[in-house]
T-cell receptor
Framework: DAKTTQPTSMDCAEGRAANLPCNHS???????VYWYRQIHSQGPQYIIH???NNETNEMASLIITEDRKSSTLILPHATLRDTAVYYC????????????FGTGTRLQVTL | SQTIHQWPATLVQPVGSPLSLECTVE??????LYWYRQAAGRGLQLLFY??????ISSEVPQNLSASRPQDRQFILSSKKLLLSDSGFYLC???????????FGEGSWLTVV
């Protein structure tokens, strides 16, 4: 079972910031927070990941609360191409990355 | 740069027929390799993973098997397909948790 909770769906206007929340209240100290997205009929695409500190890359920013029990993925300027299902996943450090996907958040970006 | 190839992209197979999906990774060595499945309208489920040649771990009991005959080759097989094996199969690779996981483009399997 996935150890994260995400809203089922969200809408965002094109050009605005999309803020996707994720709750992971039972996260353990060695678990990373990963974000992937899946556009229909394609393989999941890596977005960003973090352990404790906030992270930013060319695609998005990841804000992790101090207690690490929740996080927010921020797409600063959403475009229509960002319409996808976004998955927040916890992953323990170890020799193999066994991702457990939940149902994710379906983000619909509109004009 | 590293790339992952998966084939065939789509296939329609009758119930009871065998299956072989292949995945290869280029531009890297000794990766961890994974097979995931996504049934219609559902999330991805990890089926198998491998941390080295000949090393296969199964995550769920099923009608499928996996093999890793070479460092960068991962094969998903079945001797007799079931209707419930239909779905979207994805191969992925990484160097271990804490690193980015890369997925292939997937293979659509329809068992009829």
């Amino acid at each position: 079972d996935a150890k994260t909770t995400q809203p089922t769906s969200m809408d965002c206007a094109e050009g605005r910031a999309a803020n996707l929340p994720c709750n992971h209240s039972t996260i353990s100290g060695n678990e990373y927070v990963y974000w992937y997205r899946q556009i229909h009929s394609q393989g999941p695409q890596y977005i960003i990941h973090g352990l404790k500190n906030n992270e930013t890359n060319e695609m998005a920013s990841l804000i992790i609360t101090e207690d690490r029990k929740s996080s927010t993925l921020i797409l600063p300027h959403a475009t229509l191409r960002d319409t996808a299902v976004y998955y927040c996943i916890l992953l323990s450090a170890g020799t193999a990355s066994k991702l457990t996907f939940g149902t994710g958040t379906r983000l619909q970006v509109t004009l | 740069s590293q790339t992952i190839h998966q084939w065939p992209a789509t296939l329609v197979q009758p119930v009871g027929s065998p299956l072989s999906l292949e995945c290869t990774v280029e531009g890297t060595s000794n990766p961890n390799l994974y097979w995931y499945r996504q049934a219609a309208g559902r999330g991805l489920q990890l089926l198998f993973y491998s941390v080295g040649i000949g090393q296969i771990s199964s995550e769920v009991p099923q009608n499928l098997s996996a093999s890793r005959p070479q460092d960068r080759q991962f094969i998903l097989s079945s001797k007799k397909l079931l209707l419930s094996d239909s779905g979207f199969y994805l191969c992925a690779w990484d160097y271990g948790s804490g690193n980015t996981i890369y997925f292939g483009e997937g293979s659509w399997l329809t068992v009829v």
